[in-house]
């Protein structure tokens, strides 16, 4: 079936595969939406493999065009969990992980350690343990008490970069900005010679090089440009990882770059002010994955007025992110009748007044029962996946060529009480 104008304009957001069948349905991966809620319930997560491993590619083989032997890591917070693992290992991606849970599901999903990158501000002591003794290949230092309590933990001689704070205003949120001054993140510029220093003197740590990161969603790539030029002032080293970031178009009136201007900006920066023979890393987390995944809700209750309320059966327990973050909203759809309709305010089902998925958002005629899929669910919904209000957190289902196979399972009512203990 031939889509709208209005229905074509937000498909571009949904996955690589997505189409309507014959009766006007979305389809994604070659299975039909109704079908995978009908299995699964709702909510659920659905993720297009193939545009997943498309993404993969995309910013494996675009980096590595532009600045030969650099390399792409998967920062892993985004989407936590072994299949997303295994596939970025599959496709030749370096992991990051910024805690111990991220590292144990990394390793656990058969990732290779030495292609493993640990990252976190406060690493404990069991962390970093846990990630010596697994081989991981390279360890981010964040702060001058974590060089010695390493320099002391490290068996053998460990690899490792120094987080540095650029200073770089990313202009984004305030919630995801990370290279301004007085961010928790990394070590102040004046301080960086210091504990170069410092790392430099511990036989047990290899400074490989240096590491940065602006933020998260931004929007606007030049400040990558500052950034460069100040990590650039700090000396020649082998590795640069100049982090992750780039934002995503999350509605259809929110422009963002692509990731070839992204990968052009950064490697011809990089080629201009860095060494040529040095190799740069950098760690998409939200650009990699947003758009291969949508969630899918079942329509509970209409509430006709002004503003008329649609609410589903999940809420800010399986998207943190659309009441997390001001200004920033998602677009939906009804399943079997894509694009058009009147603006409604799309709520949650979770007990409070700012549990809203998407505002003013169009629907044709919601009622009772429909299915509403919300598209560029991907990044960070999983991650921040909570049981507010005994909420079941939401499977994983990814689709490839009609086949729809469940990677993490629905919570139950046992798992609710599994933890709790006998009150006597």
Known sequence: MEPSHAAEELLGLFPDTTHLADDGSLMVGGCRLADVAGEFATPVYVIDEESLRSQAQRYQHGLETRRPGSQVAFASKAFPCRAAYRLMADEGLLIDVAGGGELCMALDAGVDPNAIVVHGNAKTDAELILAVESGVGTIVIDGFEEIERLAKLASSRQTVLLRIQPGVDPKTAAAVSTGQRGSKFGVPLERVPEAIARIRAHPSLHLEGLHLHLGSQLLEIEPYLEAIEVVARLGRFEVYDLGGGLGVQYTRDQPAPSVEQYLDLVTESASRHLPRD?????????????????????????????????????????????????????????????GGGEPVELVGRQCESGDRLASQVPLRNPVAGDLVAMPMTGAYTHTLVNNYNGALRPAIVFCRNGVARAVVRRDTYEDLLARELPWP
């Open 278 to 338: 040095a190799r740069i890393v950098l760690e998409p987390g939200r650009s990699l994955v947003a758009r291969s995944g949508i969630t899918l809700y079942r329509v509970i209750t209409v509430k006709s007025g002004e503003p008329t309320f649609v609410a589903v059966d999940g809420g800010i327990a399986d998207n943190l992110e659309a009441s997390l973050y001001v200004g920033q909203r998602f677009e939906a759809t009804l399943v079997d009748r894509v």
